[in-house]
């Protein structure tokens, strides 16, 4: 039986563009085992092998579903269904060049079908933050931080912000470096330079 091994459609930074701030994408993939995953993806310009021929199925979605609505939908007989039809489908063959993944038409039915269900979804309502642009207009006193805290305070005080933005459907990136740039920032100011 096809088993749902993740499922991940909360944005996550891309490292390939951190400075930026960009998201991740969400990918459906269904391995040559009938397994399948709903995961964060970035662009890095490269695809492995398996996914490139085809042996590894994948699909880049319409839009980033919720991530509860999305694991109920893809652990849902239903859903599951589609995936074995999918699995069952799912050949391979020596192309004279390389081993590359082949379906049969029953297969691409499941396919659109599976898609379908899951571009049907409610969508994500979570967004991604660079933590300098969340908390930017907050003097250090608001945000809990000055020249003396350590680094176990500041620690503390990520998970405090993070589960605070959380709490406002807000995913914060690089929040740990930019309290200490500010930690630091307020080190120099102390020190005068």
Known sequence: MCKLNQCRTNPEA????SAAVQPTYTLLKIYGNGNYALEQECDDNASPVEEANG???TFDLEIRPDQAAA?????SPEAVALVERIHAGHGKEWDGHNLVGTLTEDAEAAITELLAGINGLPENQMSLWDAGDWLGNLN????????LTTDAEIAALVETLEA????EKVILSGTEEYLEERRDLARKNLAGE
Not at 14 to 17: F, G, Q
Not at 164 to 167: G, S
């Open 14 to 17: 891309d490292p390939y563009h």
């Open 55 to 57: 042996l590894v199925l």
């Open 71 to 75: 694991r109920s939908f893809l652990e």
């Open 140 to 147: 250090d006193d608001e945000i809990g931080i000055n020249a």
């Open 164 to 167: 605070d933005a959380l709490n």
